[in-house]
């Protein structure tokens, strides 16, 4: 055993193997016997959560486009800097502005996802953290759900988003929609997204 689920708490299942469903409780994946389960749908949704342990998918597999792309004295912020594992890289949009409306997109041959993990801004250093603009209100595309949106916080490091339940697809598009500003650059960076799997 390694929880107990309170009556009328609800679980995420992830499938069924015979009379158990496989579930997600308070960060614990198990099993739950469906005598004690009722199941209805439930609506797509996201959420910051720690991370659950999932496989992530090889860089090598996606394909990063953006909506612009920064280029200046330093160099050239393309897209595929948010695809490379590498937390000292970073997309920086290009238009005019703080970067609300910009977008990146991942696409990758179809894959079960269960979220993704994103390090927000431009994480080589505390000082280019700071200096450049970080997404604050994400928006994220996946095929055939709904759209939603989810407030990333303002902090350096990994920050892992859960769907509601695993969705079978071909990309993940994330759109900023609010920005917490840079002390002295405009334009706003990510500096990695990672496909979660969903096993």
């Known amino acids: ?10 679980v995420v299942a ?19 016997h469906a005598d004690y ?3 209805e749908p439930a609506p797509f949704s996201m959420r910051l959560a720690g991370d659950p342990g999932y496989a992530r998918l090889d860089t090598s597999a996606i394909e990063a486009y953006a909506s612009s792309e920064q280029v200046d ?4 912020y393309a897209a595929a800097n948010a695809n490379d594992a590498d937390p000292s890289t970073a997309w920086a949009e290009g238009a005019g502005g703080a970067g609300e409306g910009e ?43 709904s759209d939603c949106t989810v407030t990333l916080d303002d902090a350096r490091g990994e920050q892992v988003v859960l769907f509601s339940y695993p969705v079978v697809t071909d990309y993940l598009s994330i759109e900023i929609s609010s920005v917490y500003g840079g002390a002295s650059n405009a334009y706003t960076c990510i500096s990695d997204v990672r496909v979660l799997l969903a096993g």
Request: charged share 25%; hydrophobic share 35%; proline share 3%.
């Open 103 to 145: 977008w990146l997109s991942l696409f990758f041959s179809e894959q079960k996802v269960a979220g993704f993990a994103i390090r927000a801004g431009y994480q080589r250093s505390a000082d280019t953290y700071n200096a450049n603009g970080r997404p604050a209100d994400i928006r994220v595309s996946v095929a055939g759900e």
């Open 14 to 32: 992830y499938g069924r193997e015979g009379d158990f469903y496989r579930v997600e409780y308070a960060g614990m994946r198990g099993y739950v």
């Open 1 to 10: 055993v390694l929880a107990r689920v309170p009556l009328d708490e609800q």
């Open 73 to 76: 004295q330093y160099g050239y």
């Open 37 to 39: 389960l009722s199941t």
